[in-house]
């Protein structure tokens, strides 16, 4: 690991995101800078940028050392400068759109087109590659970043949190999303919370919150929580790259464990012959056939016919099994079944009345009719129920 190649890329990073938010003209700033080089509307964000392309840069450091699957998703609202200068700095920029190449006019290009109407958005949206989730939505990323991934399971989704957004209520409700990712069969989500101490209108909750008070936050949420703070660039990237690493293999000996074969079922397989108990008449006793499956005595048929010829084991079966039919169930004739009925009446000789058939039938109610009251209203009044007029006294 080359810690100034990756404070170059960085640096480079920071000048093209600042170049996007400021500049229309003069992309590397051959001249002089005049009024004229200076956009008339400024939009964009720099103090989320640079974290984000010091986190962005140290991603790919892991993808090309690790060979890891990862995907970036910016939870920062107008965060798309910094994400856009990685990516046009990388060449897929200009892969995707090849109007914006890699010279002097495609970063004109690149400058003139941020936060301008026909341009692109100030957030990291749908026209940035790569992209799954729109920055300006404040509160969705963690719930994004474990939609992503869900049976995904190679895939480390790097979410990064805005401390602004960290007080939003969906981002504060998606941190319970963890406790639904199955390290056996889904990727994983490593939050990143970027804390600069302010949002758009203030400082923060968590940005002036002591050290412990975030870690005790995220460990209830069910996270270890690694916790880095400084302002050297050089010092910065050399513990971030170790702390990226170490998170990066606690998140595979997780996997590794889960994704284990904890043992198998057991199972019992014999080795007697399938069919060593089939009889085929032969001389010296039994031995295997292919009608074993089927009980077979040779001589039976003939025996019971009165033929000679008959085995005596093929006799000793038949004078075992009872006649034919006796086995049959019957159902009773009525003068049985009247007679199993007398048999289970009381002792004393009495019957109920269903059983002597005298039982007497009650009457069927009759069913209430739903009249209108005619002393109310005829209109949409309430119901009422009245019981059915009687006629005895007319």
Not at 42 to 58: E, N
Not at 101 to 129: A, E, K, N
């Amino acid at each position: 690991m080359d810690i100034k190649s990756l404070d170059a890329y960085w640096r480079a990073a920071n000048y093209l995101t600042v170049g996007q938010i400021y500049l229309q003209d003069n992309p590397l700033l051959r001249e002089p800078l005049k009024p004229e080089h200076i956009k008339p509307r400024l939009l964009g964000h720099w103090g989320t940028s640079p974290g984000l392309s010091f986190i962005y840069v140290h991603l790919n450091r892991l993808v090309r050392e690790a060979d890891a699957d990862v995907i970036y998703l910016v939870g920062p609202g107008h965060g798309g400068p910094a994400i856009l200068a990685n990516v046009y700095l990388e060449g897929t920029y200009s892969e995707v759109y090849p109007s914006v190449s890699q010279d002097i006019d495609g970063m004109r290009r690149l400058f003139r087109q941020f936060s301008t109407p026909g341009g692109v958005p100030s957030h990291v949206s749908v026209p940035t590659p790569g992209s799954i989730h729109e920055g300006g939505e404040l509160g969705y990323v963690l719930a994004h970043a474990f939609g992503a991934a869900f049976d995904n399971p190679d895939l480390l989704v790097a979410a990064v949190i805005g401390d602004g957004e960290a007080e939003t209520g969906p981002l504060e409700g998606s941190w319970k999303g963890i406790h639904f990712l199955n390290p056996a069969r889904d990727g994983a989500v490593l939050p990143i919370l970027h804390l600069n101490g302010y949002k758009i209108a203030g400082p923060t909750v968590l940005g002036r919150s002591p050290d412990d008070e975030v870690a005790n936050l995220l460990r209830g949420h069910g996270y270890e929580p690694h916790l880095l703070e400084g302002d050297d660039p050089m010092v910065m990237h050399a513990r971030f790259a170790a702390t990226l690493d170490t998170c990066y293999a606690q998140i595979r000996a997780i996997q590794k464990r889960a994704r284990r074969p904890t043992g198998l079922a057991p199972a019992l397989a014999g080795d007697r012959p399938a069919h060593a108990e089939g009889m085929d008449g032969s001389e010296g006793g039994r031995r295997p056939t292919r009608r074993g499956h089927i009980p077979r005595a040779p001589g039976a048929a003939a025996e019971r016919q009165g033929e000679p010829g008959a085995s005596a084991t093929a006799r000793g079966v038949d004078e075992e099994l009872p006649p034919r039919g006796a086995l049959r169930r019957r159902r009773p004739s009525r003068s049985g079944a009247r007679r199993a009925r007398a048999e289970r009446r009381p002792p004393d000789g009495r019957q109920s009345p269903r059983q002597r058939g005298t039982a007497p039938r009650e009457p069927r109610p009759s069913r209430p009719h739903l009249l209108r009251d005619s002393r109310r209203g005829s209109g949409n009044e309430a119901t009422r129920v009245h019981a059915p007029a009687r006629h005895d006294d007319a």
